[in-house]
């Protein structure tokens, strides 16, 4: 004998399932909905009155079932077992609405069009509850925008736009400040140790492991295109090279601290001389 489909629990999930996909479409912000407590609360009410709908479903027919004649009883059952969703082909059968082909000629309209008939087919229900879904999220939306005075677009662009700000104010405020015309070489171990891992992750394509120069120019030698020293080393690496040719700004990838650190380390490359170094370029540079 096979076993029926748990149609209340599929539609009792399905259902669920619309609700949590809507409530996450009209909810504004970035995080999912449902990690809000109220959102999760509203979910979780929404769940329990499925459960308690279905069972007060069940219990009425049971009620019904027990309060009428033997007779009317088997006929009530005869009728539900006929329609009854017993697997996954009654459930397809269940969802179109559509006729056997033995029984088309229940349904067939009295105008031909050269011999073509027609079929007076009712509408598929999962058309039918897609269509009455639409109408739920309709006004629900209305609701929400017009009447309560949900967030639109502009407010959540403005809500997102201050917040950005209070995290840049925030970061301003606990960044440390370079002033590029007090800047002095510096020889602490450990920054220039971090300015080296940042040369390798992103100089050394150009420059080389060791600075000896590949597309970008020999950056142990006295001679620099747009000027040596810590100053000129940290403002090249801010604001980048020379239009159209020269390398890209980084001021907006690394922190000022972390260019003063590359800047550190790039000038204490001077007079290494590693093998197979690049050319000169540019000027001789004396302080």
Same mark, same amino acid.
């Given at each position: 004998m096979k076993k029926k489909l748990p149609i209340g629990l599929i539609r009792v999930f399905s259902l669920f399932v619309l609700?949590?996909?809507?409530?996450?479409?009209?909810?504004?912000?970035?995080?999912?909905a449902f990690t809000e407590p109220v959102i999760a609360a509203f979910l979780l009410i929404v769940l329990l009155f499925l459960i308690i709908f279905e069972k007060i479903k069940e219990a009425s027919e049971a009620l019904y079932t027990d309060h009428i004649s033997k007779e009317e009883r088997k006929t009530y059952?005869?009728?539900?077992?006929?329609?009854?969703?017993?697997?996954?082909?009654?459930?397809?059968?269940?969802?179109?609405?559509?006729?056997?082909v033995e029984e088309e000629q229940d349904i067939i309209l009295e105008h031909d069009y050269d011999g073509i008939k027609e079929?007076?087919?009712?509408?598929?229900?999962?058309?039918?509850?897609?269509?009455?879904?639409?109408i739920v999220f309709a006004v629900v939306y209305l609701g929400y925008y017009e009447v309560f005075?949900?967030?639109?677009?502009?407010? &959540?662009?403005? %809500? @997102? /736009? $201050?917040?950005?700000?209070?995290?840049?104010?925030?970061?301003?405020?606990?960044a440390?400040?370079?002033d590029i015309s007090n800047l002095e070489v510096s020889d602490d171990v450990a920054a220039l140790n971090k300015g080296k891992k940042i040369?390798?992750?992103?100089?050394?394509?150009?420059?080389?492991?060791?600075?000896?120069g590949s597309i970008g120019p020999n950056l142990t030698d006295e001679y620099w295109i747009l000027g040596g020293g810590i100053k000129n080393?940290?403002?090249?690496?801010?604001?980048?090279?020379r239009d159209g040719k020269?390398?890209?700004?980084?001021?907006?990838?690394?922190?000022? &601290?972390?260019? %003063? @650190? /590359? $800047?550190?380390?790039?000038?204490?490359?001077?007079?290494?001389?590693?093998?197979?170094?690049?050319?000169?370029?540019?000027?001789k540079w004396t302080e």
């Open positions: 609700v949590f996909i809507a409530t996450e479409l009209i909810v504004p912000g970035s995080e999912l059952f005869e009728a539900k077992e006929k329609t009854s969703i017993k697997d996954w082909k009654s459930l397809l059968q269940a969802l179109t609405s559509l006729k056997a079929l007076d087919n009712d509408l598929p229900p999962w058309w039918l509850y897609m269509f009455y879904a639409t005075g949900g967030d639109n677009q502009t407010d &959540e662009y403005n %809500q @997102q /736009v $201050a917040q950005a700000e209070i995290a840049i104010e925030k970061y301003r405020s606990t440390k400040v370079i040369f390798k992750s992103n100089c050394a394509a150009c420059h080389m492991v060791d600075g000896r080393i940290y403002n090249t690496i801010a604001e980048g090279g020269g390398m890209i700004s980084w001021k907006s990838s690394l922190s000022p &601290e972390k260019i %003063q @650190q /590359v $800047a550190n380390y790039v000038w204490s490359l001077q007079g290494t001389n590693p093998d197979k170094a690049k050319a000169p370029e540019g000027d």
